[in-house]
C-alpha cells in the first residue's frame, strides 16, 4: 500500500467506525483467504439489497469499507476480485428486458422497457459504489482504492471490468465545471507545499530550497481543487516564465539560474503537470487546465505571446529499441543500427542502444554527438507520428494528452533533459508542445475527429526529408549525411 494513504486510512477507519455505530464486524483475516470469501460476499449483497432503507444501506458501505481497510494487499485483491466476479451486471436480466424492448407493440411499452433495460444495466457493484458518494470522505476511499486496483490489474486482469465501473463513476462526480485553480506560493499552507513535493511526477522536487526556487517571483504553480475533495489537489501545473522557447530542463531547473523579471518575460513555459490522484487516472479534464492557467497568466501579464510545454517523450527509447530489435541490421552500412555501432566504437562498448546512451562519456564527445544527433532527432519525430492500431491516437501518452488539448508539435530539442531519467526514457531528447491561442480549437476539432497531428512545418519538413530513408513506419533503415542542424 502506498504510505501516503496509511494515515489518512486509519483516520478514516475510525471516522465511519463512529458514523456507523456500534455494529460490530465479522473478523476476517488480512490476506482474506478462501475460507472466508462466503461471509464478504454475504455483507455485500447485504448492502447491495438495501432492504432497511438509504441510511441502512450507507452504514452498510461504511462497514465495508472499514472492512477493506482492515485487509493487506493480498486481501484488498481478493476482494476487489469477489467485487468484479460475483457483481456484475444480470446478463440473463439483460437479454430479457432487450426481447421484451425488441418486441414492444406501442410507444408506452417501448418506454417503460428501455427505462427496465436501463436499471438492468446498473450492476451489483455500481449501486453498492455510487454509496460511498454519501459518506465521509467517501469519494477519496474510492479514488484511493481505483489506485490499488490499477496496480492489481496485470495480475488479475478479470479487474477491468470492475475498473470501468468505477472510472465512470468518478468522471460523472468530477465535472471540470467545478474545478477551482489556485495559485501557490512560499506562503501557501505546508501541508499543500508537501503535496507538491510528493506528487510531483515529471521532475522531482529534492528538497525545500528546490521547492522555494520553483516558487521565486519568475515561477508560476497552479493547484486545481474539486468541491468532492476539499484540500486535496487534483492536479498541479507547473510554469516557467521565460525569453523564448525553453530547450533544456536542467537549464530551467537551474537554481544558479539567473531570475527573469516576469514584466519582461515573452513565454510561459509549463514544464511539468502532475498529477495528484492516481485513481482519477484515465478522466479528461481536457483543455480546462490549460485554459484556465493560460486565462490567469494572460491578465496579470499581458506581455506574454507564446505558451509552450517543455516535455517528456516518455515511450521514445523503448520504441526505438524495439525496432532496432525488430530491424537493425549492424550489416547494413546506411542503417540506424550502423551509426550505432560507429558511435560505440568511439566509446569502446558495445554495440546497442543502452551501452551507448547509457554510457555518460557519449555527452561529452562531440563526434558521438554529432553521429547520433539528426538519426534520433528525426526517429523521435517519426515516433511522435506514429499510430495505436486500436484508436490512431499517438502512440505517446503525453502527446496525446497535448495534442487533444489543441496543442501542436513545435521544436524537438536535442538533449533536452540529460537525467538518468531522460536517458532511459527518450536519449536524453525533449519537446515543445506549443499552445497557439488562435488554433487550439480547430486543433481539438480535427485531433478529436480525425486524430490529425498538428505539427510546425520544421517537424514536417523533418520527416518528410528523410522519408525515403525512413521507409515504412516501423523502418530504420537507409541513412546518409548524419550531421545534425540543432534543436529540430
Request: hydrophobic share 40%; proline share 5%.
Amino acid at each position: 500500500m502506498n504510505s501516503r494513504f496509511i494515515f489518512s486510512w486509519k483516520t478514516l477507519q475510525r471516522t465511519w467506525s463512529d458514523w456507523r455505530g456500534s455494529d460490530g464486524l465479522p473478523g476476517i483475516s488480512p490476506d482474506l483467504p478462501e475460507e472466508e470469501r462466503d461471509t464478504v460476499t454475504k455483507l455485500l449483497n447485504e448492502c447491495v439489497a438495501a432492504r432497511h432503507g438509504a441510511v441502512t444501506a450507507r452504514q452498510h458501505a461504511a462497514g465495508i469499507g472499514e472492512l477493506y481497510l482492515t485487509l493487506n494487499a493480498t486481501g484488498r485483491r481478493h476482494f476487489l476480485e469477489i467485487l468484479a466476479d460475483q457483481f456484475a451486471v444480470d446478463q440473463d436480466q439483460v437479454r430479457e428486458v432487450s426481447h421484451r424492448l425488441a418486441h414492444s407493440d406501442d410507444d408506452e411499452t417501448f418506454r417503460q422497457q428501455v427505462l427496465e433495460l436501463r436499471e438492468a444495466l446498473i450492476s451489483p457493484r455500481q449501486q453498492l459504489l455510487q454509496q460511498f458518494n454519501a459518506l465521509p470522505q467517501g469519494v477519496k476511499f474510492l479514488i484511493d482504492m481505483r489506485a490499488e486496483l490499477l496496480g492489481f490489474l496485470h495480475d488479475s486482469p478479470n479487474l477491468k471490468r470492475l475498473d470501468y465501473d468505477l472510472q465512470q463513476l468518478l468522471a460523472t462526480w468530477f465535472d471540470v465545471g467545478f474545478l477551482r485553480v489556485k495559485q501557490l506560493d512560499w506562503q501557501s499552507p505546508a501541508a499543500l507545499l508537501e503535496k507538491l513535493m510528493a506528487y510531483e511526477a515529471v521532475h522531482a522536487i529534492s528538497s525545500w530550497r528546490d521547492m522555494r526556487h520553483r516558487l521565486e517571483w519568475d515561477r508560476q504553480c497552479y493547484a486545481f481543487f474539486h468541491p468532492v475533495l476539499p484540500g486535496e489537489p487534483l492536479i498541479f501545473i507547473e510554469v516557467a516564465l521565460v525569453k523564448g522557447l525553453a530547450s533544456s530542463i536542467q537549464s530551467l531547473l537551474d537554481d544558479q539560474r539567473e531570475d527573469i523579471d516576469p514584466q519582461q518575460a515573452d513565454t510561459a513555459i509549463f514544464y511539468s503537470i502532475s498529477n495528484a490522484q492516481t485513481g482519477l487516472k484515465g478522466i479528461s479534464f481536457g483543455p480546462f487546465l490549460i485554459k484556465k492557467v493560460v486565462d490567469s497568466l494572460s491578465h496579470s501579464l499581458p506581455n506574454l505571446k507564446t505558451f509552450s510545454t517543455l516535455s517528456p517523450i516518455p515511450g521514445f527509447r523503448r520504441w526505438l529499441e524495439k525496432r532496432l530489435a525488430d530491424n537493425g541490421s549492424a550489416h547494413d552500412k546506411d542503417s540506424f543500427a550502423t551509426v550505432l555501432a560507429e558511435a560505440a566504437q568511439l566509446l569502446d562498448v558495445e554495440p546497442t542502444l543502452a551501452h551507448v546512451i547509457d554510457d555518460p562519456r557519449w555527452l561529452e564527445n562531440s563526434e558521438v554527438c554529432d553521429l547520433l544527433k539528426e538519426p534520433l532527432l528525426t526517429l523521435c519525430a517519426r515516433y511522435l507520428h506514429e499510430r495505436r492500431e486500436r484508436d490512431s491516437a499517438p502512440l505517446d501518452p503525453v502527446a496525446r494528452f497535448h495534442l487533444g488539448n489543441g496543442a501542436r508539435i513545435e521544436q524537438l530539442n536535442w538533449l533536452g533533459d540529460v537525467s538518468s531519467k531522460g536517458m532511459r526514457e527518450s536519449c536524453g531528447l525533449m519537446i515543445n508542445y506549443l499552445y497557439a491561442l488562435d488554433d487550439i480549437k480547430d486543433n481539438i476539432e480535427a485531433y478529436s475527429q480525425e486524430k490529425q497531428i498538428a505539427a510546425a512545418p520544421r517537424i514536417r519538413k523533418l520527416i518528410s526529408e528523410h522519408e525515403p530513408k525512413l521507409g515504412p513506419l516501423s523502418g530504420l533503415r537507409k541513412w546518409g549525411n548524419r550531421k545534425g542542424k540543432g534543436s529540430a
